[in-house]
């Protein structure tokens, strides 16, 4: 048994810190990020989207590991409509998204500088219109594989969560995690992949932002896929 799926035990992997943080990002780390934090829950408790954001939001969507921010802050500031959960563990990627939003005045995100499993499991049930999952850490060893957070431990978490009609986007690199999150996000019942031709999942929409990760894998030559699944009706 994993590490993961042992009953009530969260262990996060991966750096916390990076590159001690210039006096620009420790000054929005302190003035922003008390006002945009949202606090895990006792374990048990639900979290009641309604009550996160000073004003009603008609959906909330939910980034896991949102790295330096770009893709989040750029939904943000277009869907000003829309309520945001963001949840980054690597300290340096949550001063760089605060820098965003200290640029553009976004209201409508909530952070949390820590491990997305605990939100998620406070979540209500059908709770949350779309879920991105981009350019996760791939740990290519196969001894690590199960602490790929798209796989079988997470995708029933998030298929809990998410509307039924809701967007589940995915998005890799790295050929052998490209490979993983497709065989199992696809056999996964409650999921449909959207892809009808190659272009599908080779062309990023328009309403899907490049990120810095996107971008170097690109300098580097390496190909990024771009996977859209949609929750399937409870009903059926």
């Given at each position: 048994m994993s590490e993961d799926s042992i009953p009530h035990r969260k262990v996060l992997y991966g750096r916390r810190l990076g590159r001690p943080l210039r006096k620009?990002?420790?000054?929005?780390?302190?003035?922003?990020?008390?006002?945009?934090?949202?606090?895990?829950?006792?374990?048990?408790?639900?979290?009641?989207?309604?009550?996160?954001?000073?004003?009603?939001?008609?959906?909330?969507?939910?980034?896991?590991?949102?790295?330096?921010?770009?893709?989040?802050?750029?939904?943000?500031?277009?869907?000003?409509?829309?309520?945001?959960?963001?949840?980054?563990?690597?300290?340096?990627?949550?001063?760089?998204?605060?820098?965003?939003?200290?640029?553009?005045?976004?209201?409508?995100?909530?952070?949390?500088?820590?491990?997305?499993?605990?939100?998620?499991?406070?979540?209500?049930?059908?709770?949350?219109?779309?879920?991105?999952?981009?350019?996760?850490?791939?740990?290519?060893?196969?001894?690590?594989?199960?602490?790929?957070?798209?796989?079988?431990?997470?995708l029933p978490r998030l298929a809990r969560v998410l509307k039924d009609g809701a967007e589940l986007r995915i998005a890799s690199d790295d050929p052998q995690l490209q490979r993983w999150m497709l065989e199992h996000t696809w056999r996964y019942p409650d999921f449909e992949w959207t892809a009808r031709t190659a272009e599908d999942w080779r062309i990023r929409p328009e309403d899907w932002p490049q990120t810095r990760y996107e971008k170097k894998a690109l300098d580097a030559g390496r190909v990024p896929m771009f996977l859209r699944f949609i929750r399937k009706s409870r009903a059926t």
């Open positions: 620009q990002r420790l000054e929005v780390m302190e003035t922003l990020l008390p006002k945009m934090k949202l606090t895990v829950p006792a374990e048990g408790d639900r979290l009641d989207p309604a009550s996160l954001f000073d004003t009603p939001k008609r959906d909330l969507w939910f980034e896991v590991g949102f790295g330096g921010g770009e893709h989040l802050a750029w939904q943000s500031e277009r869907n000003p409509d829309i309520g945001f959960i963001g949840c980054e563990p690597f300290i340096n990627g949550v001063s760089s998204l605060l820098k965003h939003v200290a640029e553009a005045g976004q209201t409508n995100i909530r952070v949390v500088p820590d491990d997305a499993r605990p939100i998620l499991d406070a979540l209500p049930d059908a709770s949350v219109g779309r879920a991105f999952v981009l350019f996760p850490d791939p740990w290519p060893k196969a001894r690590h594989a199960f602490r790929r957070f798209i796989g079988p431990v997470n």
